[in-house]
């Protein structure tokens, strides 16, 4: 048990530390309406295996990656074991920018969530 709450306290650290990471190199703010407009989709629902907005457990694993892998799979689309992301979320017409500020508006809610 004790195991685990160790992994949850490096879990929950590595987060702060991206979700200050992801305000200095990106533009949160218009992270969220990429969200608002093309994200909510899948990450409001889950759909795909997406990982919802806020849900600490589902976001541990990929948080552990660097914000920089996190939007290039988003940009170029993958396929992991319990989901896909589609190539720019589904909407060809994103730019780079415009996805790596919606991950790191994700990202910043799951280090603020509870």
Not at 10 to 21: F, G, Q, Y
Request: aromatic letters at 6%; glycine letters at 10%.
């Amino acid at each position: 048990m004790s195991r685990f709450f160790s992994a949850l306290s490096c879990t929950l650290l590595a987060v702060a530390m991206i979700s200050v990471d992801a305000e200095a190199a990106y533009d949160v703010a218009s992270g969220k309406a990429t969200y608002d407009a093309t994200c909510a989709a899948c990450h409001n629902s889950g759909l795909l295996g997406a990982p919802k907005l806020g849900d600490k457990t589902a976001w541990a694993p990929r948080i552990v990656q660097t914000l920089d892998d996190m939007v290039s799979k988003s940009i170029k689309g993958f396929q992991g074991k319990t989901g896909t992301m589609p190539v720019r979320g589904g909407d060809a017409k994103l730019t780079d920018a415009q996805v790596g500020n919606a991950v790191a508006y994700m990202v910043g809610l799951v280090g603020q969530s509870k």
